[in-house]
């Protein structure tokens, strides 16, 4: 079956720019969660959504950064007035229920640069 | 922090077994170790968890100690296709985030 979509794959924005990037996880799945890696480091967490409630946003690094999944599917990350720092591989995982021990299930990413 | 400790990197011939180890001796009795990999310019990929019992699956085996402190991914026959970087994670189950840390860098040469 369909697995956890992102879009757009790549993405250069200048620094001030605006971004959106979408997630499209697995149907069906309740938990959503958003991560953030930097080059050659692992995954850091941003942002976690039980349907279309956000219950943990303690990982997005400003007020810049702004997530949102109204109707408790597809997400959007975005992020406001980009800078250099932003540069990093975001990344979606999906999971079918919130407090199962089956497996998060990610996206390819969104790999943004910021200029 | 992550609260896990694994080696940077690691070496393995083709077709022999890869064992990756993880120390996470702080896990506490709710806490999975979960393992994922991560192949170049992809999203990580879940290779297997368990609790306390060892545990295989068509990727890998897992061997985790007695006293829970420590376990160790087993790849029996890798191939190029494994060359990764690989996580050691412990969480209560998936409904929480991911601690990744650094992972280990796995290299399968020919």
């Known amino acids: 079956g369909a697995g956890v979509s992102q879009s757009p794959r790549y993405k250069v924005a200048k620094r001030g720019q605006d971004v959106a990037l979408r997630c499209d996880p697995i149907s069906g799945h309740v938990s959503l969660f958003w991560y953030q890696q930097a080059l050659g480091q692992g995954p850091e967490f941003l942002t976690y959504f039980q349907n279309e409630a956000q219950l943990d946003k303690s990982g997005l690094p400003s007020d810049r950064f702004f997530a949102e999944r109204p109707e408790g599917s597809v997400s959007t990350l975005k992020i406001q007035r980009t800078q250099q720092e932003d540069s990093a591989v975001y990344l979606c995982a999906s999971s079918p229920s919130p407090g199962g021990k089956e497996t998060q299930y990610f996206g390819p990413g969104t790999r943004l640069l910021v200029l | 922090d992550a609260k896990t400790t694994q080696p940077p990197s690691m070496d393995c011939a083709e077709g022999r077994a890869a064992n990756l180890p993880c120390n996470h001796s702080?896990?506490?009795?709710?806490?999975?170790v979960y393992w994922y990999r991560q192949i170049h310019s992809q999203g990580p990929q879940y290779i297997i968890h368990g609790l306390k019992n060892n545990e295989t699956n068509e990727m890998a085996s897992l061997i985790i100690t007695e006293d829970r402190k420590s376990s160790t991914l087993i790849l029996p026959h890798a191939t190029l296709r494994d060359t990764a970087v690989y996580y050691c994670i412990v969480s209560p189950n998936s409904g929480y985030a991911l601690n990744f840390g650094k992972g280990t860098s796995l290299l399968v040469t020919p």
């Open positions: 702080t896990i506490s009795g709710n806490e999975y």
